[in-house]
């Protein structure tokens, strides 16, 4: 790093360090004296927006006014009317926030929710910078898997108000990368680990009555070699793609599969393979008689399933909830070295797939029925997926926003 990078760093950092520790207690000091608080969900992407149990839990509070903000998406472009759709099902009332004009000129709140860490996804108007007086709440959409330094230090973590974690040894591997040493983490739970701890009744089942039928997730992650980032390499989509086909027909009397792929993923196929091919593999998921795709909301699909075979990182943790068998893809180039300290726990519960022999083994146990991991299981359940101080993630994140009880 050269002598100007330097001198440019350190001002930068002393300009965040003096916004966190003498503009934001005041702006935040102001705000929850108020009868009534105004928070704002910013929300692009429907299978991203997992802090619905945070906002049904804040319409139930008397000093809280949640208000939802759909905004065109950035990232996948149209998916915004998902989230519209799904709005209207359940009968939440949204706002459609005009990405030319700043949040503060719109709705006027006094805090506001974004899921996202990067700049890049989150329209220019919609910034921290361009709504400066409104303190901005991190709450991720999944589980922080990595400490890969991109993820740690983007510029959401600098200016956010408070960035919520999961547990506390998450926050102490983050704050060790961190430019800031963490100073505006705070641990509460996350609003979807929640809704992982509920049964399955509470949740709708998408899966279709095949008595005697295995329930088995194919879960590929996006990160495809060709397409992603080093710091981020968990896809075996290449290696397995095809043997996932073979199994799915091979076991078509004995398991039904749900194809759940990454949202990006069938994007970076079109561009590796082409639209035809990758319309002919979605659709041979689509149209087989013991398979169907889900792309959208899916813990109802973890809740009501058997067992999944994924890549991603951050179901290393959520599937985990369900007490089910599941077998994580191994990519032989994966790093683990830049897991966080939980994830690496959350992974070896895990069944491995080096090849494809342990692939249709573990199909072969699930139907069988043999499971000789599931007491482990159990134990990290118990020990590490609850929230902290006996409440649940929801109850801490308005605590941690109010400063009160263990958060005062």
């Not at 399955?200 to 879960?219: C, E, Q, V």
């Not at 989509?237 to 799915?248: K, S, T």
Request: aromatic content about 12%; charged content about 25%.
């Amino acid at each position: 790093m050269n002598l100007k990078s330097t001198i440019h760093k350190k001002l930068s950092n002393w300009v965040y360090l003096l916004y966190h520790r003498a503009f934001l207690p005041y702006v935040v000091w102001r705000k929850r004296r108020k009868e009534k608080i105004r928070i704002l969900y910013v929300l692009q992407y429907l299978a991203e927006w997992k802090t619905e149990a945070l906002y049904l839990e804040m319409k139930k509070h008397p000093r809280i006014e949640p208000l939802l903000g759909i905004t065109p998406c950035l990232e996948l472009p149209g998916e915004e009317n998902n989230v519209m759709k799904y709005c209207r099902e359940k009968g939440y009332d949204f706002i459609i926030l005009d990405p030319e004009k700043t949040l503060v000129n719109q709705v006027h709140p006094d805090f506001i929710i974004h899921q996202k860490p990067y700049y890049s996804l989150i329209h220019k108007k919609h910034r921290v910078i361009n709504n400066i007086g409104v303190p901005c709440l991190m709450l991720p959409y999944s589980i922080h898997t990595t400490i890969a330094p991109f993820g740690i230090n983007s510029n959401m973590s600098y200016v956010s108000w408070r960035h919520f974690y999961e547990n506390q040894s998450t926050v102490d591997a983050h704050k060790e990368k961190h430019r800031l040493k963490g100073i505006n983490s705070v641990v509460t739970g996350l609003p979807f680990m929640d809704m992982l701890t509920l049964p399955p009744s509470h949740f709708p089942n998408p899966w279709p009555d095949k008595k005697g039928m295995k329930r088995i997730i194919y879960a590929p992650h996006h990160s495809i070699p060709q397409s992603f980032t080093k710091d981020i390499n968990f896809s075996t989509f290449m290696e397995n793609c095809e043997f996932m086909q073979e199994m799915r027909d091979r076991f078509r009397d004995k398991v039904y599969f749900v194809f759940k792929p990454h949202p990006l993923l069938y994007k970076k196929l079109v561009v590796i393979w082409g639209k035809e091919r990758a319309d002919l593999y979605y659709d041979s998921w689509r149209n087989a008689p013991n398979s169907h795709i889900e792309e959208g909301q899916y813990i109802g699909l973890f809740k009501h399933s058997d067992a999944m075979i994924h890549d991603c990182g951050a179901f290393c943790v959520e599937y985990l909830f369900t007490g089910n068998p599941v077998m994580y893809l191994i990519n032989k180039e994966r790093k683990d070295d830049n897991l966080t300290p939980y994830m690496r726990k959350a992974f070896r519960l895990h069944y491995m797939g080096w090849c494809h022999t342990d692939i249709e083994q573990f199909i072969q146990n699930v139907i069988d029925g043999v499971d000789v991991r599931k007491e482990e299981r159990a134990h990290f359940y118990r020990e590490e997926l609850l929230p902290p101080h006996g409440k649940t993630a929801c109850e801490n994140i308005i605590n941690a926003i109010l400063g009160e009880e263990d958060y005062s």
